[in-house]
């Protein structure tokens, strides 16, 4: 707990030196319109330097035996995110290449996560991998008219 | 005056489209307060996309009572399932779990959401009869005011919010930070983009509460090995009808509930505290404290009177004053904005049919929502029973259109899955995240309300303090916020002093 506490408020007070940096740039002063660009961001970062490393002397001299998470525990949140990260890459890869689409990337991620996680047998994760997308296209496409990214397979049926 | 305004306010609430919406909105909210990983706030920036098209009216009907159904929602899994889905319903396990499994219920849960109701209706007539008061007197602030009130509204989350007050205020900065970056509409610069173009657009705080609250939220309950394992609802016409006739007992407990929930309510981050006072007060008061936290009827009704009464409170500053007092109210905040309202006491000026509809329909929208969980309290329960390595992906590509319906840009849902470990690690460590939603909702109104109050001084912060009301909100805010963060800044270099010694045996 201790090591996270100490990484999470020295990041903090990076984060607030990039933030300073970038306010001496614009300025911090009064200019034409009154408080310049940098006026605001300057003096929040300003703040949070200093409470971050509050925050770090007082980690640094708590004692705390736990640790932020047990190996075992963790185990589960990893497999919570890793698909997730994939699904995100899926819908939408960096770089130059063309996603899948939302649709196509959640039925696959679905279907993953419930064989990989939930030891699900195929018999029920093809209907719902297949279902739950089409329902949601339904929900969002059709009724509320909310457009969502599409990818090849959506263009095919004529999307 | 107020009364002929209601009733306008409820020929606009009343309208069967209008009823209609409510109903969905419970229906809704009240799955989404039982799903894990989403909360009232989530689940109502979620569905915010799609009131882009609809009348302003119908937006805020839909998204409150998404709001009352996800406070239902929150009781249904404290007492059947001992899992509290928002932190004000903790109370709420204490005595509602022991009697789901005494085979009782039908009667925590019956009590539950009549307390519920009651602490809301309390704080409804409340709202009728204050908001235009307090709107009045708000007409007449300026920047300063405003700016004063901003403070004393973040003040409040660390020196009353409880846990450590340093990173209560290391994450309103930090809210405040990312609310500054993109471009800067007073002076037309790039802030804090650094040359990529993506972060021009600023972040969104609707994605930010997404990741914030629902992904960060899954990852939690994964570690904590969650499992619905609960008590299977008994409910009948028969035991509501058996344990209303019990209720008008705990007539002072209700009292005493919703008096607690609305004082704390308006302020921002109250319902949790009113929540755990009301039921301190009921144990306290009562002939049998022992009885407490072994399925005492009474300690049920406490925190939900209060937990409800304090949710529905946080409506009034945020219609009067422009404030949001939780992070859903933020989020409806957002919608209003985005509506093309503008938050704030000239609502009640400008659009008085909006905003008394919105009041009236907090009437309509709590008795639908009451008599709706009462009748389908099973089916609400049989959604838990869906196995989790289904419900976690779903709730998560949820989750995913949510982020990029806001402003149909891929760039969000990678926002929030960062937001998503941002959230975790930060529960983790105990930083509040509902003051950084605060603050990034609120970043860009605190900016201009400070760059007024300082051009109309010419720089000097002196003004502030100069002017009667916002001097004494000032005063107010800076006691609130001094007392705390000086208290644990002695507390950190004492414990420094002691270790000093400590260190040389090592």
Not at chain 1, 109 to 138: E, K, Q
């Amino acid at each position: 707990m201790r090591a996270a506490d100490l990484v999470t408020a020295a990041l903090l007070i990076l984060l607030g030196g990039v933030v300073i940096y970038d306010a001496l740039r614009l300025g911090i002063g009064w200019g034409a319109a009154g408080p310049m660009s940098g006026f605001f961001p300057f003096w929040l970062a300003a703040l949070l330097v200093a409470t971050a490393a509050l925050i770090f002397l007082q980690a640094y001299l708590g004692r705390t035996a736990a640790s932020f998470v047990e190996r075992k525990r963790f185990v589960p949140v990893l497999k919570v995110l890793l698909p997730l990260a994939g699904f995100v890459a899926l819908t939408d890869p960096p770089g130059p290449w063309n996603g899948l689409g939302l649709y196509v990337a959640g039925g696959l991620y679905l279907g993953f996560y419930m064989r990989w996680v939930g030891g699900h047998g195929w018999r029920s994760i093809v209907p719902i991998a297949l279902a739950v997308p089409v329902l949601m296209f339904i929900v969002f496409e059709t009724w509320f008219l909310v457009p969502m990214p599409k990818g090849p397979v959506e263009g095919w049926l004529g999307y | 005056m107020g009364f002929e305004n209601l009733l306008l306010g409820f020929e606009v609430a009343i309208t069967p489209a209008n009823i209609a919406i409510a109903a969905v909105g419970i229906l809704l909210g009240t799955i989404i307060g039982v799903l894990p990983g989403l909360g009232g706030a989530n689940g109502v920036a979620i569905l915010l996309p799609i009131t882009f098209t609809m009348p302003p009216t119908s937006a805020i009907i839909l998204l409150t009572c998404i709001y009352w159904g996800a406070l239902f929602g929150g009781a249904i899994t404290s007492v059947l399932f001992n899992i509290p889905g928002e932190p004000w319903s903790v109370a709420t396990t204490f005595d509602g779990y022991p009697m789901a499994k005494e085979g009782q219920s039908g009667q925590a849960l019956t009590a539950a959401f009549t307390s519920s109701f009651i602490g809301a209706l309390f704080s409804i007539v409340l709202i009728t009869f204050f908001a235009p008061l307090l709107a009045e007197v708000a007409l007449r602030f300026g920047p300063p005011e405003f700016f004063a009130i901003q403070l004393l509204t973040f003040a409040s989350f660390v020196g009353l919010g409880g846990g450590n007050p340093l990173k209560s205020f290391a994450t309103i900065l930090i809210g405040f930070i990312l609310s500054t970056v993109g471009l800067d509409i007073v002076t037309g610069q790039l802030r804090l983009t650094f040359g990529f173009t993506d972060l021009m657009k600023g972040f969104d705080f609707i994605v930010a509460v997404i990741g914030l609250f629902g992904i960060g939220e899954i990852l939690l309950s994964v570690e904590e090995g969650l499992r619905f394992q609960g008590a299977r609802p008994k409910m009948n016409l028969r035991v509501v009808l058996d344990t209303w006739k019990v209720l008008p007992k705990y007539i002072r407990t209700f009292v005493r509930g919703s008096v607690i929930g609305f004082w704390m309510g308006f302020k921002p981050g109250g319902a949790t505290p009113a929540s755990f006072m009301s039921y301190a007060f009921a144990k306290r008061f009562s002939k049998h404290p022992e009885r407490f936290g072994k399925g005492e009827l009474e300690g049920i009704v406490a925190p939900e009177t209060a937990a409800h009464a304090a949710g529905v409170a946080a409506i009034l500053p945020m219609i009067t004053l422009g404030i949001p007092g939780s992070p859903t109210a933020a989020v409806m905040l957002g919608g209003l904005i985005i509506w093309g309202l503008q938050p704030g006491p000239m609502l009640f000026v400008d659009n008085p049919e909006f905003v008394w509809g919105l009041i009236a329909s907090m009437y309509t929208g709590n008795v639908i929502g009451v008599a709706m969980v009462l009748a389908f309290v099973p089916f609400f329960a049989a959604i838990l029973r869906i196995p989790f390595a289904i419900l976690a992906p779903l709730i998560i590509v949820v989750c995913a259109i949510g982020s990029y319906a806001v402003h149909n840009s891929m760039i969000d849902i990678w926002y929030m899955l960062i937001f998503g470990i941002v959230g975790y690690v930060f529960k983790k460590l105990d930083y509040p995240l509902a003051p950084l939603v605060l603050a990034l909702v609120l970043g860009d109104m605190a900016e201009s309300a400070l760059r007024q109050s300082l051009i109309m001084s010419q720089g000097s912060l002196m003004i502030f303090f100069t002017r009667p009301i916002a001097g004494a909100i000032t005063v107010l805010a800076l006691l609130l916020f001094v007392a705390p963060m000086i208290q644990a800044s002695l507390r950190a270099l004492r414990a420094a002093h002691a270790r000093l010694p400590a260190a040389t045996h090592d």
